[in-house]
Structures are given as structure tokens and as C-alpha cells.
């Protein structure tokens, strides 16, 4: 079963931050998981939530600042301070960071509340740049993005779903994938039925112990955690 670092390394280091991806990078984990938003110039930039609040020492959207105002703010503080002065990354630095490692790296396009257009084409034409488009997975809540990034781009793509609405297995054929990342209440109640359709399932965020060994009894494919290196030693 692959693990994947959330967020990088996100349960010892400040989510989303190069010291964060570092430490992933270090590991012999397979890929590491970040979060993707625009910023009001259009940059790629390496941050969760929609507003800054709460990761930063400052207030407002994410796609209302500049690449320049973003950078001012400190994002490793509110995690302890030892993390000062980390700050908030381009998608551009962090694919430098996995440039010479082996890691896959899931890129989840946040363009499910705001939408970013140009997002996915953007990501395309970066990963291209630096070499990373053979190592890139892209997920989404926003699943017509998903699309995109599979049938216009090239890329693999992940469905990101938290809740049963629909025959996901029959669902997954219509976006071109059949790879789900799914929540991990959701994967525990339908992942096995999943599985058994054909589905790659990939869950998150799984920090206990006995939910990955359950999964990994299911056959679920990948899992996403805060504590890689935990992980990977209790799992072996
Ligand atoms: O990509 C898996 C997981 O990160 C999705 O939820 O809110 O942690 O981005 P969230
Ligand atoms: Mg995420």
C-alpha cells in the first residue's frame, strides 16, 4: 500500500511549506499530497484553505493577494515557532524540492469553491517545464477539472470525493479515471464494494495505525497521512 505524505509532512512541520516537503522528500514514502490555489496575479502558489487565516499571520482570500504579498506572510509560525518565517510556496519551488526524488507528487486543485480558470492548464505547463509531468497525479473536489487534466492534458487524474452520491465505479468511467481518493469514513463503508468494481482507491487523511492496516486488508491502494515516517515504520 503507498503512502503519501498530507500536505507534506504536515503533522511535524507546517502543512504546505517547503520544510514540510523536505522532509517528505527525505523519506522513502511514494508521493507526497499538496493543495493549489491562484493567486490574484496568477501564480500556482502551495497553500489549503481558501483565506490564509488560518495557516498565516494574515487575514483575507488567497486569490485576492498578490505572489508578493503572499510571500510576506508567515506560514510556519502558527505551528510552532521554530517555523518562523517558513512561507507560503509556489507550485514551482515545490516540484524543485522533489526535482531529483522519486516521489510521486498529487497536486489537488482547490478549484472547487473558487474555480481558477486556467488552473489545470497552468499546472500542465509547469510540470512540463520542469520535468515532473510523469510523476504528477492531479485530484479534485472540482471533477470536471479532473477531466480536463485527464482527456485535455494528458494527466493522470484522481476523483476527490468525501461522500456517496452516486455508483462511484460507474461515475469514475464517465470522468476517465479509476482512481478515487476518498475520505476515510466514506472508503471505510464503501471502499471494499469499490475495490471489488476496479476502482484504485487512495484515502485520506489516515494518521491511526488500525485504519491503514484495515484498508490495507481491503486492498486499498494508497493512503494519505500527516505522519509519513510513523507510517511507514508501524506499517513495515
Ligand atoms: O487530497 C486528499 C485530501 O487532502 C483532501 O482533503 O481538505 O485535506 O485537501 P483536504
Ligand atoms: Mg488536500
Known sequence: MEIFAHRGSSGTHPENTLPAFREAAALPVHGVELDVHLSKDGELVVIHDEKVNRTTNGKGYVKDMTLAELKQLDAGSWKAGEWAGAAIPT?????????????????????????????????????AEQGMENR??????????????????????????????????????????????????????????????????????????????????????????????????ELS
Open 91 to 127: 507550485l514551482a519551488e515545490v516540484f524543485r524540492v522533489f526535482q531529483n526524488s522519486p516521489h510521486i507528487v498529487n497536486v489537488e486543485l482547490k478549484t472547487d469553491i473558487f474555480p481558477y480558470p486556467g488552473a489545470v492548464e497552468q499546472v500542465a505547463k509547469l510540470a
Open 136 to 233: 504528477l497525479v492531479i485530484s479534485s473536489f472540482n471533477h470536471l477539472d479532473v477531466q480536463a487534466a485527464i482527456a485535455q492534458h494528458n494527466m493522470p487524474g484522481a476523483i476527490l470525493a468525501s461522500n456517496i452520491l452516486v455508483d462511484m465505479a460507474a461515475y469514475a468511467d464517465t470522468v476517465g479515471t479509476k482512481r478515487l481518493h476518498l475520505s476515510l469514513p466514506f472508503a471505510l463503508r464503501h471502499g471494499a464494494e469499490l475495490i471489488r468494481k476496479g476502482c484504485e482507491v487512495y484515502v485520506y487523511t489516515v494518521n491511526r495505525l488500525d485504519y491503514a492496516e484495515q484498508l490495507r486488508q481491503i486492498g486499498a491502494a494508497g493512503i494519505f497521512t500527516d505522519y509519513p515516517e510513523k507510517m511507514l515504520e
